[in-house]
């Protein structure tokens, strides 16, 4: 697929890479909080809502200097609290993963399964810093990371201070953003924010996710997230517990996408599975066209049956060339933009 150079989708994330605009996790670094950090979470959580305003307010200004604690520290707190009673996806647990308890995605520690200069994503984001996380909210069948979604113990813990370091590192040897991914990236939040307060480089955020996330989670996105690289998989319940084990998911994502939006920008990937385009890619992209403004559309032909998908006679092949244009016309038709 051709892409335009410089999609206007992608407006501010170009205007970081030039210099112009700060990362958003920088303006939250920038703004003070005074206030008890002891608070209980009610009071906190109006506390960060109130700085999201002055967030807002100063978001394409001159950005300070990082505060000694900041609106992101009052983010790290919170998620922490999040991890005591886990909810960080729609799963919610409700398990206490700071005393060492796993959840269905079987995540306590944040585990890097692989970290790399990514070249193989979308044209305006390579070269990508890319963090691969062991776990996931999801178990696809067809998954193409199986070894390390569905192994949340494999990988190594790195510190915090430690990834910071290589974050910066990378960012002088080229990398345009980081991109947060697994798995899937949400039990990891706690310690990606934690990360982003040991770093200080004017580098992009990307969430790339399936975007199983519960409100709060997207709360404490907000002013983090730079660009939010969503993966839509399907287009209705029955597909996505049949072959994602996920319930209510059409609900909580298109919920997701719309916040989501107002938080950042947006790319849009769907990967195009045999045999599913009238019950998951034709209402996936109606959906989009009809409710989502400026966003990148990537509809991707690379499925191959990976893992289980042996064991499902629909998904059990790849895609036909014919499939895939008729997806991509379709896609087109709708006014999407690649
Ligand atoms: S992030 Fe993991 S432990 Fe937390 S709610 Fe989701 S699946 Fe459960």
Redesign the pocket.
């Known amino acids: 697929m051709i892409f335009e150079t410089k999609p206007s989708a992608l407006k501010r994330y170009f205007e970081i890479l030039d210099g112009k605009k700060t990362a958003r996790y920088l303006i939250c670094k920038s703004i003070e909080v005074s206030e008890n950090l002891n608070l209980d979470d009610d009071e906190l959580w109006k506390i960060h809502d109130d700085k999201m305003g002055e967030f807002y307010t100063g978001l394409d200004g001159n950005v300070g200097e990082t505060q000694r604690v900041s609106l992101l520290d009052l983010k790290i707190e919170l998620a922490k609290r999040i ?1 005591k009673n ?10 206490n ?1 700071l005393d060492g308890k ?6 306590t520690d944040s585990r890097v399964a692989s970290e790399f200069m990514h070249y193989g994503e979308e044209q305006e984001l390579v070269p990508s810093y890319t963090v691969f996380f062991s ?1 996931c ?1 999801f178990s696809c069948v067809y998954c193409q990371n199986w070894d390390i979604s569905q192994n949340p113990d494999s990988g190594v813990y790195a510190k915090p201070e430690i990834l910071a370091r290589i974050i910066e590192m990378r960012k002088e040897k080229g990398a345009k953003n980081t991109n947060w991914v697994g798995g899937d990236p ?2 990891n939040l706690a310690y990606i924010l934690e990360t982003l307060k040991h770093c200080d480089v004017n580098i992009a955020q990307l969430w790339n996710s399936n975007m ?1 996330l ?1 409100l709060d989670a997207l709360k404490l996105l907000d002013g983090i997230i730079d660009i939010y690289l969503t993966d839509f998989k399907y287009g209705n319940n029955e597909c996505a517990f049949r072959l994602s084990n996920v319930r209510e998911y059409w609900g909580i994502i298109t919920r997701n996408h719309h916040i989501a939006r107002k938080q950042g920008e947006m790319i849009i990937r769907h990967l195009v599975l045999p045999n599913h385009f009238e019950c998951c890619t034709k209402p996936i992209l109606e959906w989009i066209a009809k409710n989502l403004d400026d966003i990148r559309m990537n509809v991707m032909d690379q499925y191959r049956p990976e893992y289980k998908a042996g064991n499902y006679e629909d998904i059990n092949r790849r895609l036909t060339r014919e499939e895939f244009i008729k997806a991509y016309e379709f896609s087109k038709r709708l006014g999407l933009k690649p």
Do not use: L, S
């Open positions: 991890m886990c909810h960080f996806c729609e799963r919610r647990c409700g398990v993963r796993k959840g269905y995605c079987g995540v776990g909210t949400t039990p199983y519960t």
